[in-house]
């Protein structure tokens, strides 16, 4: 997108003093995009997911079996991906605390294998925008796209969010529930 806004993960979600921003869904128009800093995976991240999740199918677990299969070694759950990449762009603050749920994800597409040793680095691109029927509320959704150390797309999806307004998310409890 020519147009596009593009962030760096070491130049959002943060005021220098410790405090998240005051963001709301009006700072994510459509086009802005943010992109997070790399993580190499690695294979503890494999097992402590088997661990969590009971998924211990054979190719997250078993090396020689995931190359008799033509890959490069045991390869990282589609879920751990998805999981990863979640928490990068969430780590780089950029939301602030204005998130207020997440309302789902659509159309994920998981596009090469992630094993061990790969870094992974997501691009999150603003598709649209708008206020929710509940007013000091808005609706972002968000296209991920999951990329390798290799520029590879590893994995892509929709992520849908309810955020706070500016105005509600500056406001404190008292004044904006009257508590």
């Known amino acids: 997108m020519a147009n596009a806004r593009y962030e760096t993960a070491t130049n959002v979600g943060s005021l ?68 990863l990449a979640v928490g990068l762009v969430s780590a780089t603050g950029v939301f602030g605390d204005a998130i207020l749920a997440w309302l789902g994800t659509s159309s994920l597409k998981a596009c090469q294998p992630v094993v061990p040793g790969d870094a992974i680095a997501v691009t999150a691109t603003v598709k649209s925008s708008r206020s929710s029927r509940k007013a000091g509320r808005g609706i972002v959704e968000l ?20 955020m706070r307004s500016r105005e509600i998310n500056s406001m404190t409890v008292k004044e904006h529930w009257g508590v």
């Open 16 to 83: 220098g003093n410790g405090s998240s921003p005051v963001v709301g869904w009006e700072d994510f128009p459509a086009g802005r995009a943010v992109v997070t800093k790399s993580l190499r995976v690695q294979a503890r991240h494999l097992d402590e997911w088997v661990k969590l999740t009971g998924d211990s199918y054979p190719l997250h677990t078993d090396d020689g079996l995931a190359r008799a299969a033509g890959y490069r070694g045991r390869i990282a759950h589609g879920p751990l991906t998805f999981a």
């Open 143 to 162: 296209e991920y796209v999951v990329t390798n150390d290799g520029h590879q797309r590893v994995m892509a999806f929709t992520f849908a969010l309810l």
